[in-house]
């Protein structure tokens, strides 16, 4: 197990769209507990991954708190149902200080494999239910900047222009 590079936006890897994977093999299984140690260290309550380079479709989530931690490894996974509108603020692992509310549905059914192969149905609601939306949007090469309207989208770029440079400044 090791830490892996989380990719931050704009890097161009971010914007594509993750294969399915076809068998869960040696290659899955380390490249998910790899995700997961990642995750845990961010600290994060999901990653995809794409975000640590790796075009598949591979999500991880945990909703739950530091005593009871709720790991969820959901390989290939899509959204079969949705229902209500909430909007939330989200953040990002790959676009680190900025944070902004995101319309999406309020209840989802997800349907994916876990990581023996076996496809489960699951239904979710609140902060549960976003992350699954926000996570399988990385799937698709979308990050929860790419929601926003294209007013806020452009005060998003001059904001994280600066939030770039300091951090350089920072190094
Ligand atoms: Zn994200």
Known sequence: ???????????????????????????????????????????????????????????????????????????????????????????????????ASVKRSSWVKVRYQDMQGHWVERECEGLLAIAFQHEIDHLDGKLFVDRLSSLKKSMFRKKYKRILEQQKEQL
């Open 1 to 99: 197990m090791a830490l892996r590079r989380i990719l931050h936006y704009p890097d161009p890897l971010l914007s594509q769209e993750s294969a399915p994977v076809e068998y869960i093999d040696e290659q899955i299984t380390s490249l998910v507990a790899d995700m997961v140690d990642t995750m845990y260290a961010a600290p994060g309550v999901g990653l995809a991954a794409p975000q640590v380079g790796v075009l598949k479709r591979v999500i991880i989530i945990d909703c739950g708190s530091k005593d009871e931690p709720e790991l969820i490894r959901a390989v290939n996974p899509q959204i079969v149902e949705r229902d209500g509108e909430c909007s939330e603020e989200e953040g990002c692992l790959s676009v680190p200080g900025y944070y």
